[in-house]
């Protein structure tokens, strides 16, 4: 069996696939932007979980949009987009949801996504890939079909997927597993008749979009049944089980709070009271991951 590689190599090695000098940016996800809104919860989430942003109160959200790959790719580029989004909590505390293009998780380990990363930009790798990793082939196929890596018309006009599931607790201590999805609302009705195009044109086409109104998404949330795996990335849930678990609004951009020196880490396993974490390798692994990306932003 093939062993986990540490933080410090995998983020080691997924910076030299990228072949790009790495300074004080993200290791994934480096170009992307900051942006401010809101989020209300509907009555059907705060029965299911008593997590404080899914009460039915207005909550403040950070949000960024992103481009998976390398700090200098275009725009226009194949590479999954990204959606992070921070709840901010009425106690002073926040819960993270990283979302993207891709619905469908390739990959169970560490060490297979690592694998994966360095055979991405090279054909003859990829299939040396999906030789050692055959799996993996289905969901890359679905995420194929999903045209995750196809360039969108708006960062608000694509759906992002949170991979992971997380146990919800009710108020009345009743336990469940969920899932998210983050689905637009109207974005393609208030698609702006300008043409964008260039390197930065998803950014340029989001600032003019909120500046004319702003851009919402309906949380929706999938609860297991019966065989649905929590713990397992890649795993099909077939529950019906499916709801509308509040409304995301981004009104527009906000000044960058990395600018002078701050940093902002969106974290999938930053939860609160009323959300815990499963056993999924890949989401228990982030963290430390994403620290030592930070330590190496911070020099």
């Known amino acids: 069996m093939t062993s986990e590689p540490t933080p410090e190599q995998a983020i080691t090695r997924i910076q030299a696939a990228f072949g790009e000098p790495h300074g004080d940016y993200r290791t994934l996800h480096a170009k992307g932007a900051f942006y401010e809104g809101t989020f209300v919860g509907t009555a059907e989430a705060a029965k299911r979980c008593r997590a404080l942003h899914l009460q039915g109160e207005e909550v403040p959200v950070l949000v960024r949009w992103s481009n998976g790959g390398g700090r200098f790719a275009a725009d226009g580029a194949q590479d999954v987009r990204g959606m992070a989004v ?118 340029e086409e989001i600032l003019a979009r909120l500046a004319a109104g702003p851009a919402r998404y309906t949380v929706e949330v999938q609860v297991a049944g019966t065989g649905d795996d929590p713990h397992d990335p890649m795993s099909v849930w077939r529950s019906t089980d499916v709801f509308d678990a509040g409304t995301l609004t981004v009104t527009g951009p906000t000044a960058d709070p990395e600018e002078n020196g701050g940093l902002v880490v969106f974290d999938p396993t930053r939860v609160v009271d009323g959300i815990g974490l499963s056993d999924d390798p890949i989401l228990r692994y982030r963290a430390g991951a994403y620290s030592e990306s930070v330590t190496r932003r911070v020099g």
């Open 86 to 203: 921070s709840f901010k909590l009425p106690d002073g505390t926040s819960t993270d949801l990283l979302g993207q293009t891709a619905p469908r998780f390739p990959v169970r380990t560490p060490e297979a996504f690592v694998q994966m990363v360095e055979a991405a930009a090279s054909p003859v790798k990829l299939v040396g890939f999906l030789a050692r990793h055959p799996s993996a082939l289905g969901p890359l196929v679905a995420n194929g079909r999903a045209k995750a890596l196809i360039a969108p018309k708006s960062y608000a006009e694509a759906t992002y997927y949170p991979v992971h599931a997380y146990r919800w607790t009710a108020p009345d201590g009743t336990e469940s597993w969920a899932r998210y999805v983050f689905r637009p609302s109207g974005a393609a009705a208030a698609r702006l008749p300008d043409k964008f195009s260039g390197r930065d044109r998803l950014r």
